[in-house]
């Protein structure tokens, strides 16, 4: 196995030390490196197993486990469309299969010019103006087919 | 000129902040003097957002308001305006209310600690300080206070549990995973009064003994994280947290720990294997969390709703708090009330309203005026009700009784267009793709309920009874409620609306 890239090591070190002292560093860690990177490079968890002990399998184990950590490179922006039941009610289904014409892409997927990522949630916590979407962390209610038109225009 | 313009997730993603922008740039043009607060929600979500000015007559709100309203509100001096909808507090919504654990909600500044003192804040921890964790303890149970976050189990024996462990190091774990389809009411409650919530730990630390906390909120609610952070500092620069908690000598500090996306997390030992930095596997019971939890160590876990409602039950004590509700369901609930609905939001009342009260008297039926069709109690673990059951009181053991559960207190309302097989199929999906794979008939099972509801809907009549087996397996077989409980919205769809599965079978022979 090829040594890490060290420009990758030495900053996820710097985030691994700057963890280092919580109780269950180890999602702290991954959030961090996440954002850094904007995905979890395979390089990097070498480096955690080795810093916190664990095997390699473990860290991967464990970033596996949570939909929020992407082992790839998300498009520029991310789109997600809640699909839970609060938001059916107001025709979520329906929205998102316009998106996913719209963009020519699947749950999970991204657009070929790098734009776009459509991820699936499930409840944003506004399920009394659904249907909801988050765009880049940025929350929008009541989305219909054209305010994903809207929203996409802003984006590409 | 004090004007409130809500910082709730709900209210942004109606268009609050550019409401707000416009509201100070046209205070600027016009060289009014204003104070902006961007407070929390009322819970009103339809009039979100919904901006109030302070007047000598109390505050008056206005809304929904864009930000291209902002321009004449400010003609009109925030008078005579179409949009006018009079004092915030004689609205309907909010004179049926009994807000006790949202009492400050919407009304002030979150991350402002002189008016969450102003406001009642921090009565209920220095009571709390003056006595003895066995008498907190002995408050808390004889309040009635039952966990909000869907079991309700009983607060004060949790805590007494706890209390009565020996340990190095104990913790309080604020279970803020919030997953449930139809439940906003631990976010609003962070955004719009964060400080609630850590008196509320505070009080349950110096009960038991522990002297670190963690609030476990989803990655999912980034305003609330924000809020919840800012907070903490705050309540740490002011002496509320830390050694000694107001002086008192007792120690307790906490932090927030962001989720990553998994709801099976909000399952307590799951979520605390998370904390741990594991896999959110669920864990065998026993050990209880309260023996062994966090890194092995004694551990509350609770609830945001539960730990929030904490101060005011040590503020007015435990026979205010019981007095309300019905049944053993003691004090108040705050329903979520979502989906297709004219009046959404979140509104806190006695327990005890029955479900059509809800639905049609506050919620107003659909947003879509078509009759309402089913009501998703519970969040994604709930069942359906038909309009059948609409008399059935709020309470644990009256839902329970009707082969549902009241959870968090999510209400999904559906209008006639609902297609209930689709529900179903969504229940076994939602199971599949969440299952933490601890156990067969949930990871499987829900796969395999799947692939059965699309037989039913492709006309095979044979997969009804299978379904039904299924979940009887589900249902005894599986370690935690999301496998042992998804069977509840599938069976009850089945059951209320036989026809719908059974009718799939005709439009395929005819
Ligand atoms: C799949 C699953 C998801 C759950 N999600 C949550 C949740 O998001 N929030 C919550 O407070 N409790 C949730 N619970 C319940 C917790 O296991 C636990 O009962 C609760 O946190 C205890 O706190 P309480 O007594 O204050 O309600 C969930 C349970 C299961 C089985
Ligand atoms: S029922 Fe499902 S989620 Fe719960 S422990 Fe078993 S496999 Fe895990
Ligand atoms: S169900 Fe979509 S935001 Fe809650």
Redesign the pocket.
Known sequence: MAQPSPEIASRVEEIIADHAALEGPLLPILHAVQAAFGHIPRDALPVIADKLNLSRAEVHGVMSFYHDFREDKAGRHVLKLCRAEACQAMGADRVAAHARGKLGIEWHQTTQDGAVTLEPVFCLGLCACGPAAMVDGRVVGRVDEARVDELLAEVR | MKIYVPRDAAARALGADAVADAVQAEAKTRGVDITLVRNGSRGMIWLEPLVEVETDAGRIAFGPVAASDVAALFDAKFGKHPLVLGQTEDLPWMKGQTRLTFARVGVIDPLDLDDYEAHGGLTGLRRALDMSGDQIVAEVTESGL????????P?GI?WRTVAGAQATQKYIVC??????SA?FA?RMLMEGDPFTLIEGMAIAGIATGATRGYVYL?SEYPDAIEVMGAALKIARDRGLLGDSVLGSGKAFDMWVRVGAGA?????????LNSLEGKRGV?RAKPPLPALEGFLGKPTV???????ATVPVILEKGAAFYKDFGHGRSRGTIPLQIAGNVKYGGLYECAFGLTLGQIVDEIGGGTATGRPVKAVQVGGP?GAYFPRDLFDTPFGYEEFAGKDGLVG?AGLTVFDDSADMLALARFAMEFCAI?SCGKCTPCRIGAVRGVETLDRIAAGDGAGIPLLTDLCHTMKLGSL???G??TPYPVMSALTHFPDEFTGRQKEAAE
């Open positions: 039952r966990g909000r976050g869907g079991a309700g189990f607060t949790k279970n803020a995973d919030e997953g449930d439940t631990d989803r709801y099976v997390c909000g399952e307590e030992t799951s979520l669920v876990v609770n609830n945001v709703i539960s730990l673990l968090h969440e935690c409620a999301l042992g409980f």
